[in-house]
Antibody, heavy 118, light 107 residues
């Protein structure tokens, strides 16, 4: 059974750096073809893909946010960490992590709401 | 620029068939995947690849593609199918993108 869970602060101040951790079970990020991605969704708005890291440490970032994002993995801990710098109120959203396979974003975490406010 | 375009809202009578479309240049080269999202819940993958359903997804959901357009068809829509539907694809750089979503209302 594959599960993922996002953790991190629920409130950050403008200009701060957000660090989110995705802790997963039921699969290994050392398995060929597997990845973990991050997606966010502002309240009442659409999904937005942020970043993705694969088993071989290949990383992809949303072109519009690339300068602010860093994704890393710790295979031994079954964790993927996303950092986003220079947070702004428009970054207020529910942040999801998801297991990635050839099928796509196959399994999702429950999401964590991050509010950016002073 | 890479983007996926969806109609904001679609409605269907209970038991009828509805098609939700997604347009984008990346769809000429890569299949779309489709996600169902109900209020307050995480998205669920319903269709991927040429026309594949994950385990547990009813067979009334199907997918197709032609040119720059991918479609999700629900044959015999049920009340529980009322949700937001998002398409997703990748581009040649390996980046992903989501469509703006379609709100499906079952009448």
């Amino acid at each position: 059974q594959i599960t993922l869970k996002e953790s991190g602060p629920t409130l950050v101040k403008p200009t701060q750096t957000l660090t989110l951790t995705c802790t997963f079970s039921g699969f290994s990020l050392s398995t060929s073809g597997v990845g973990v991605g991050w997606i966010r969704q502002p309240p009442g708005k659409a999904l937005e893909w942020l970043a993705l890291i694969y088993w071989n440490d290949d990383k992809r970032y949303s072109p519009s946010l690339k300068s602010r994002l860093t994704i890393t993995k710790d295979t031994s801990k079954n964790q993927v960490v996303l950092t986003m710098t220079n947070m702004d109120p428009v970054d207020t959203a529910t942040y999801y992590c998801a297991h990635v396979s050839r099928a796509g974003f196959e399994y999702w975490g429950q999401g964590t709401l991050v509010t950016v406010s002073s | 620029s890479s983007e996926l375009t969806q109609d904001p809202a679609v409605s269907v009578a209970l038991g009828q068939t509805v098609r939700i479309t997604c347009q984008g240049d990346s769809l000429r080269s890569y299949y779309a995947s489709w996600y169902q999202q109900k209020p307050g819940q995480a998205p669920v993958l319903v269709i991927y690849g040429k026309n594949n359903r994950p385990s547990g997804i009813p067979d009334r959901f199907s997918g197709s593609s032609s040119g720059n357009t991918a479609s999700l068809t629900i044959t015999g829509a049920q009340a529980e199918d009322e949700a937001d539907y998002y398409c997703n694809s990748r581009d040649s750089s390996g980046n992903h993108l989501f469509g703006g979503g379609t709100k499906l209302t079952v009448l």
